[in-house]
């Protein structure tokens, strides 16, 4: 990981926890059971890369491009997403941990979650036009101004939505989500 630009190339049981991995370019490569945890990959590229069974928790993304990246089985504590650059930028999240994540002020239309933790997720004034959390728990995560239309969350649970303050038109929602839609009104639904 020393050198400055990667293409084409696995990295396997790769361990960089605290590490700096600043100013450098990775294209069409996969990450398999690394931990970089605590890092900080500030001003780095990632152009259609997969991270797999990965540990990235904690890491610092500050000016980081993510153009197509794909996320599954890997563990995302506490990322601030919303520092990365917004050109392009473009992620998929699968069977991963994202609790404690910030997303605000996003551009992340059609972004796919599925099987996702999302404990406590900030997605103030993003834009998840027509993204879809499949089987994702939502416990305590934050939506405020956040542009929903078309976004589906029939299999989503745990979400407490307020559609005063979030566009959602023509969103999906299942029967058994529906009380997180009126949670601010104190009622009980049987």
């Known amino acids: 990981m020393e050198d400055f630009i990667h293409v084409q190339k696995t990295f396997d049981k790769v361990i960089y926890i605290g590490k700096k991995v600043n100013n450098r370019e990775f294209e069409d490569c996969t990450f398999k059971n690394c931990d970089f945890s605590n890092s900080d990959f500030s001003n780095t590229t990632f152009m259609d890369c997969e991270f797999i069974d990965s540990n990235l928790s904690m890491i610092q993304l500050g000016n980081t491009s993510m153009k197509t990246v794909n996320f599954r089985n890997c563990k995302l504590l506490g990322i601030a997403f919303h520092t990365c ?34 404990k406590e997720v900030s997605f103030i004034g993003t834009n998840l036009t027509q993204s879809v959390f499949e089987n994702c728990n939502l416990d305590n995560a934050i ?4 542009i929903l239309a078309g976004a589906n969350f029939t299999t ?35």
Do not use: R
């Open 85 to 118: 650059e917004d050109f392009l930028f473009s992620v998929q999240f699968q069977d991963s941990v994202l609790d404690y994540c910030s997303f605000a002020n996003k551009k992340m239309p059609k972004t796919k979650f599925n099987s996702c933790s999302m």
């Open 143 to 146: 939506f405020n101004d956040t």
């Open 156 to 190: 989503a649970y745990n979400y407490k939505i307020d559609p005063e303050f979030n566009p959602m038109k023509k969103a999906k929602f299942s029967s058994q989500g529906i009380a997180g839609l009126l949670d601010k009104y104190d009622i009980k639904i049987e």
